[in-house]
């Protein structure tokens, strides 16, 4: 690469800031031991490894990660996956634990203040932008062509913002523009929110990546920490103030996703639901996926396990180890068991006789011998007991474990073992 011209890179002027603090509770039970970000996808990598492997690949060598709710197991991934950046080469990845930095009586009080409670370690990276990222969506994109936009065109923020059907909008921070970009109104979360301007049956949505001069922006900060009427969040208070009183503006994310010529569709999906995570992995398995994972040239960077290839066992009728569109991971063995557009994580198991249909398995799951598996996302480490049928009886299913509004089966280890317990 030309010295010069990468000296004149945006991203290398940039820090990303990523929110990887929050209690995930939509995912239920799979966020019980750890955060939202560190869950499992894609058979070997993790949701936050998106966000991560977006800003070195757009070229930004300066990250921190704020974290609070149940993050050993983000800590412990980011560690190992994400431990190359060398200072040497001014390269920083910092992990910020909620840890009442500030005072001895809060922690983050909210997104914008997880921010502001770390502006002297944001201050010591000497940078001039700052990319607000969250930890836990699933998309591929480059921050450098928002990084461009942001400068181009002048503005406070820069939001990246994607259209949605107007019926999910209420989950989003939505915004209308002018004929210029501009946000003329940010509206978070709206019981009735507006249209995209001669479309209605879609808006304009937030997806919680901001792009901000970083004076400004730390400014702005300690003016809102002293204002006792803020909730602290960039959704609720930062973004809206500055539509009102600055230049907000919308990029979008059509403008910078990035595509390998497979994908027909600007891929972006919120995995925040058991529903929505369970469809996001099992779009990975279409002949061709919406989402190219096999792109060499914007690869998601994990932690690469050192594990011997997946092993195929037994071929003979009725007990043949076979895979039909299916992700399988490392480790895994396949022993005369069969597999349909599934996902089965690093270290997996599966015995003979059994079947694994439509279902997602996280790391070093066990699938018993006769057991069957029907559109299950099935947590990490579990013993699938030996003839376990689930995904055929919902009312059955749901007895011992939680069967969503989409009819897909979540399984962890406490459901089994309360089944285990009253079946005796």
Request: proline residues 4%; negative net charge.
């Amino acid at each position: 690469m030309d010295s010069e011209r990468y000296k004149r890179r945006l991203s290398t002027q940039a820090m990303a800031f990523v929110l990887a603090g929050g209690r995930g509770s939509r995912l239920k039970e799979l966020t019980d031991r750890r955060a939202k970000p560190a869950v499992s996808f894609g058979g070997k990598t993790r949701i936050i490894d998106f966000a991560l492997s977006n800003a070195l690949n757009s070229g930004i060598r300066k990250m921190a990660v704020a974290t609070q709710y149940k993050a050993h197991s983000l800590i412990r991934h980011i560690q190992r996956g994400w431990n190359f950046f060398r200072a040497e080469r001014n390269e920083y990845l910092d992990i910020l634990p909620a840890s009442q930095r500030i005072d001895e009586v809060n922690w983050y009080k909210g997104t914008a203040d997880a921010v502001r409670q770390n502006i002297d370690i944001i201050d010591s990276y000497d940078v001039e932008y700052i990319v607000v990222l969250a930890g836990d969506h699933i998309y591929k994109m480059d921050y450098e062509l928002m990084l461009e936009h942001h400068v181009n065109a002048r503005a406070d923020v820069t939001v990246g913002c994607l259209t949605v059907p107007l019926a999910e909008a209420t989950a989003f921070g939505v915004m209308d523009v002018d004929d210029k970009g501009q946000i003329t109104r940010f509206l978070e979360k709206p019981a009735n929110p507006p249209h995209v301007p001669g479309d209605p049956a879609h808006a304009l949505a937030s997806m919680g990546i901001y792009v901000f001069n970083w004076p400004f922006l730390r400014a702005l900060l300690l003016e809102d920490a002293v204002d006792a009427a803020s909730s602290h969040d960039f959704g609720k208070d930062i973004i809206p103030h500055i539509v009102k009183s600055g230049k907000a503006v919308a990029h979008r994310f059509t403008d910078s996703c990035i595509r390998s010529g497979l994908e027909e569709e600007a891929y972006w999906r919120d995995v925040g639901t058991i529903d929505a995570y369970w469809q996001a992995n099992i779009d990975l398995t279409d002949f061709v996926p919406k989402l190219d994972i096999y792109d060499r040239t914007w690869p998601i960077w994990t932690y690469a396990e050192i594990v011997p290839p997946a092993k195929f066992v037994h071929d003979q009728e009725g007990r043949r180890g076979e895979a039909i569109s299916s992700l399988i991971a490392g480790d895994s063995i396949i022993s005369g068991s069969v597999v349909r557009k599934s996902l089965v994580s690093t270290g997996g198991r599966l015995r003979s006789f059994s079947s694994v249909e439509e279902s997602v398995l996280l790391p070093n799951v066990t699938v018993n011998r006769n057991a069957r598996l029907k559109r299950c996302v099935v947590d990490s480490g579990l013993q699938i007991p030996e003839g376990l049928v689930v995904g055929e009886d919902p009312d059955e299913d749901g007895k011992w474990f939680r069967v969503t509004e989409g009819g897909v089966t979540l399984i962890t280890r406490e459901m089994l073992a309360r089944r285990a317990a009253a079946l005796g």
